[in-house]
Nanobody, 121 residues
């Protein structure tokens, strides 16, 4: 069972930056696609960014050019660098792991507890 632990959330002003981190317990971390999701109150959970085991990335249109996902297999970690933050980025952000390509929410089998990101205007 893969355990995921997120950190790095917090309160930031619009235009600011945050870096989220997620550390996995599984030594086969490098074989997983990893994704960052977010869920705002009253809204569905959405895929923000994903990175395959091979390092290919994809992003939601709403964050392209502002967010960057990366991974460090030596540290069993995946990161989400968030720049030019907007109030609409406010949500709980979740890290998740998939043994597939990680394109859809349904492919993700393991989830972290989430970390709150709040962007003030």
């Amino acid at each position: 069972q893969v355990q995921l632990a997120e950190s790095g959330g917090g309160l930031v002003q619009a235009g600011g930056s945050l870096r989220l981190s997620c550390v996995a317990s599984d030594r086969t971390f490098r074989l997983y696609a990893m994704g960052w999701f977010r869920q705002a109150p009253g809204k569905q959970r959405e895929l923000v960014a994903a990175i395959t085991s091979g390092g290919s990335t994809n992003y939601a249109d709403s964050v392209k050019g502002r967010f960057t996902i990366s991974r460090d297999n030596a540290k069993n970690a995946v990161y989400l660098q968030m720049n030019s933050l907007k109030p609409e980025d406010t949500a709980v952000y979740y890290c998740a792991a998939s043994k597939g390509l990680g394109v859809t929410v349904g492919e993700y089998d393991h989830w972290g507890q989430g970390t709150q990101v709040t962007v003030s205007s």
